[in-house]
């Protein structure tokens, strides 16, 4: 892993935001913004394949990159120079930011890990050495829900987007079917029932397809297993049987044996491990026109949503800044 950046701080522009619900800002990749702004190559996971939480404040401000207040009248036209109105405006509703990501859990680690190995043997088995791969292609660039993702881009001080190198997702292959891709949630769009035939593979869910899987019912006895109460333990057991036994013997078999975790029975795209989760949200405008949250985002990677909340005769659509402070980087423990 690449030393703690020195310029951590990145700013970002949303477009045009609903009163009616969370809009989509976009997907950010940290690691991809922090090379961009340090000059060197930060990555979602170490050498090893073990990934990397980032540890992020965002601050949300309910005004542009001019520092014009967020709040129209619904009279009032799109974007407007500041007036008394307006602020008035913007002290009747709140913003609101948030940030969902994939899980932080063993099942995205041991994924993460074993699909390293996998790259690497996919290079070895080829004959192509870690040298001839460059600088930046010892680790997979993973996308977030989609094989064709893009990513949010930074502003500068003037509030433009800064102009970017290259950040392909990591593209791998298997036997001779096509090329595929991997992202962090998402169901996919293949059931790996044989040969993978598609563009993309989720991380968990894959991983969860590779594992030997306890099924919902293991604790039920089978046809010809052996008998609850046999002459063979009677005559064994410490003590002589009675009524309670049987209850006894009924909770040890059936009580608490199933996984707490839903349990993949049969070969689908969708899954738990598959939903992303949300890691923070926050708000702007309640007494404050600013707002922050620290996450903890796996990988690096997670997708911004941003809504207005207020009146709905307000009409308020503004974009907002906000910004993405990294305080620190370190391994998923799973």
Known sequence: ?????????????????????????????????????????????????????YRVKFDIYQQDYDGKQVGLDASAPAETADTDADTAAASDHSTILRVEGCQN?????????????AREKMFRDSGVT?????????????GFDAYNDTFLTPVDGAGDAFTTGTWDLSKLSYDSNEA?????????????????????????HSYIMSRQNQQ?????????????????????????????DD???????DAQDN????????????????????LGRAIAGTGSAYGSVVVDIPFGICEVQ????????????????????????YEMQG
């Open 247 to 253: 209850n006894v013997v009924v909770e040890g078999r």
């Open 1 to 53: 892993m690449a030393k703690f950046p020195s310029q951590n701080k990145l700013d970002y522009l949303s477009g045009a935001l609903s009163n009616d619900g969370f809009t989509t800002i976009g997907n950010l990749c940290v690691p991809k913004d922090l090379s961009l702004l340090n000059m060197r190559g930060y990555e979602s996971t170490t050498r090893k394949g073990v990934p990397l939480i």
């Open 180 to 204: 595929f891709y991997l992202t962090l949630v998402g169901s996919g769009d293949d059931e790996e029932t044989d040969l993978h035939a598609g563009n993309e593979l989720s991380i968990g």
């Open 105 to 117: 859990n063993w099942v995205m680690r041991n994924a993460a890990v074993k699909w390293h190995a």
């Open 216 to 244: 919902a019912d293991t604790n039920l006895e089978a046809d010809e297993g052996p008998a609850k109460f046999s002459t063979l333990l009677g005559m064994l057991a410490p003590q002589g049987r009675d009524a309670s």
């Open 306 to 329: 941003a809504r207005h909340s207020g009146a709905t005769d307000q009409n308020i659509i503004d974009q907002v800044m906000f910004s993405a402070t990294v305080l620190d980087i």
């Open 259 to 278: 996984p707490p975790y839903e349990v993949l029975d049969s070969p689908d795209v969708n899954h738990n491990i598959t939903e992303a989760v949300e």
């Open 130 to 142: 870690k040298k001839s791969r460059g600088a930046y292609s010892h680790t997979i660039r993973y």
